[in-house]
């Protein structure tokens, strides 16, 4: 069965970077695409970015340009998304997602993972 | 970027009764090219990842029940539960995958009456 495993809970001071990891299994890694997806508490879900497996192309948005890099391991099926100079309201529980890659577009999230929190402070 | 805008903000209905969301997209989300309305539906609930409801606007997910449908186009689109169940209870969002950056609306809160 499908399963995205992500590593566990960070507690970093700002400034700090955190790298985030969603381990795959139960299909082929490089035929989708991993997106990721945070929550701030209590709050609603933003996207940070997509990054295709197969080719290694990159689409980040735009307010984490900079900050933010994803990658892929396709020797272990693992997907990376490392954030850098962390500040409090990047507190959130950050999830990896997959989606179909194969059309060339953007597609809906049909897995996810179990979620990582990320807590930034002092 | 397209900005989504669902509500009500929170709903409460009674045991088997039925409840409509709405979601409301900032510019159109139908594609010319394949005639499909790139938008999705998510349950959250509590402590748990969001869960694949709806896409292509209307298409059930597999394994989800049959009272959950999807309906709309262009820039306007509603989730309907048509008997709401205890374990619906949850925070539904929707979200456009038409164009980056993808974008989700606020939420909408189901509790029972």
């Known amino acids: 069965q499908v399963q995205l495993v992500q590593s566990g809970a960070e507690v970093k001071k700002p400034g700090a970077s955190v790298t985030v990891s969603c381990k795959a299994s139960?299909?082929?890694?490089?035929?989708?695409?991993v997106n990721w997806v945070r929550q701030a508490p209590g709050q609603g879900l933003e996207w940070m970015g997509w990054?295709?497996?197969?080719?290694?192309?990159?689409n980040y948005a735009q307010r984490l340009q900079g900050r933010v890099t994803m990658t892929t391991d396709t020797s272990t099926n693992t997907a990376y998304m490392e954030l850098r100079s962390l500040r409090s309201d990047d507190t959130a529980v950050y999830y990896c997602?997959?989606?179909?890659?194969?059309?060339?577009?953007?597609?809906?999230?049909?897995?996810w993972g179990q979620g990582s929190l990320v807590t930034v402070s002092s | 970027d397209i900005v989504m805008t669902q509500s009500p903000d929170s709903l409460a209905v009674s045991l088997g009764e039925g409840a409509t969301l709405n979601c409301k997209s900032s510019?159109?989300?139908?594609?010319?090219?394949?005639?499909?309305?790139?938008l999705a539906w998510y349950q959250q609930k509590p402590g748990q990842p969001p869960k694949l409801l709806i896409y292509?606007?209307?298409t059930r997910e597999s394994g989800v029940p049959d009272r959950f449908s999807g309906s709309g186009s262009g820039t306007d689109f509603t989730l309907t539960i048509s008997s709401l169940q205890a374990e619906d209870v949850a925070v539904y969002y929707c979200q456009q995958y038409y164009s980056s950056p993808l974008t989700f609306g606020g939420g909408t809160k189901v509790e029972i009456k």
């Open positions: 997602a997959r989606a179909d890659d194969s059309s060339g577009s953007y597609s809906q999230f049909d897995y």
């Open positions: 990054i295709s497996t197969y080719s290694g192309n990159t």
């Open positions: 292509w606007a209307s």
């Open positions: 510019q159109s989300v139908l594609s010319r090219f394949n005639n499909k309305n790139y």
């Open positions: 139960g299909y082929t890694f490089t035929s989708y695409a």
